[in-house]
């Protein structure tokens, strides 16, 4: 069973970094895309970054400058550095991963980590 476990999330205060970890477990292959993605309350759940199997990396507008997503695949680890945090950062953030295993290429969806950023 393939499950992407996050970690890394918390209360910081605005201008503080903070590092976000998933790590990818079971009978896998590879990992293909990987991504961050965040959902505050009341709103939809949007990708923040993302990260292909060759490395090419891609942020939203509002991040762009200040995370950066990486990833260690023989840990099968992806990370979100995220420096300069705002209040408006606040969400829970889940990562995202198409994984290849014996069963074929799937989509999974980590359970989510609370990130809070006080002003």
């Known amino acids: 069973q393939v499950q992407l476990v996050e970690s890394g999330g918390g209360l910081v205060q605005a201008g503080w970094s903070l590092r976000l970890s998933c790590a990818v477990s079971?009978?896998?292959?590879?990992?293909?895309?990987m991504g961050w993605y965040r959902q505050a309350p009341g709103k939809q759940r949007d990708l923040v970054a993302s990260?292909?199997?060759?490395?090419?990396?891609n942020y939203v507008e509002s991040v762009k400058g200040r995370f950066t997503i990486s990833r260690d695949d023989a840990k099968n680890t992806v990370y979100l550095q995220m420096n300069k945090v705002k209040p408006e950062d606040t969400a829970v953030y889940y990562c995202?991963?198409?994984?290849?295993?014996?069963?074929?290429?799937?989509?999974?969806w980590g359970q989510g980590t609370q990130v809070t950023v006080s002003s």
């Open positions: 995202y991963g198409v994984v290849n295993t014996a069963w074929g290429r799937n989509q999974y």
């Open positions: 079971g009978n896998i292959f590879s990992a293909d895309f």
């Open positions: 990260i292909t199997s060759g490395g090419t990396t």
